[in-house]
Each structure stands twice: as C-alpha cells, then as structure tokens.
C-alpha cells in the first residue's frame, strides 16, 4: 500500500492501485483530496458510472474500487 493509513481512515482502489484515505469522504471530496477537478474526471465506482451530480452525495466505502478518467486538452 503507498499510502499510510491514518486514525479514521479506509483502504479503496484507485485505478488499480490500494490507497489509505481519510473516512467519511464523498467521491467529490476525494477528487478534492487527490488534488483532481472534478469537472476533468470521468468516475466509476464499483463497476458502475458515477452521474457527475451524484459526486457530492456518494460516500466512499472501505473496498470501493474507483476508475478516474481524466479529460486531456490539447489542439
């Protein structure tokens, strides 16, 4: 696991990879906590497409799987 896991935290898969995160968060507060826009992230969790005005009310669970597509720009 890469990242340590703290008082109160959960263990989810992002991308594949285990994560430690703090508990309790909604999936827009853990696009908020990794530093990612959630405006720029496609979401699915737990093999289910997350509908982006769900991401304020979806709470992030102990052995969620989460797939984060980011929108790339360029011309």
């Known amino acids: 696991m890469s990242d340590t896991l703290v008082a109160g935290g959960i263990t989810v898969r992002v991308n594949g990879d285990e994560r430690a995160i703090p508990a309790g968060l909604t999936v827009d507060r853990l696009l908020e906590h990794l530093s990612l826009n959630p405006r720029m992230v ?11 005005e769900l991401l304020a009310e979806t709470i992030v669970h102990e052995g969620d799987s989460l797939e984060l597509v980011h929108f790339v720009g360029g011309g």
């Open 42 to 52: 496609v979401v699915e969790r737990n093999c289910e497409i997350l509908r982006r």
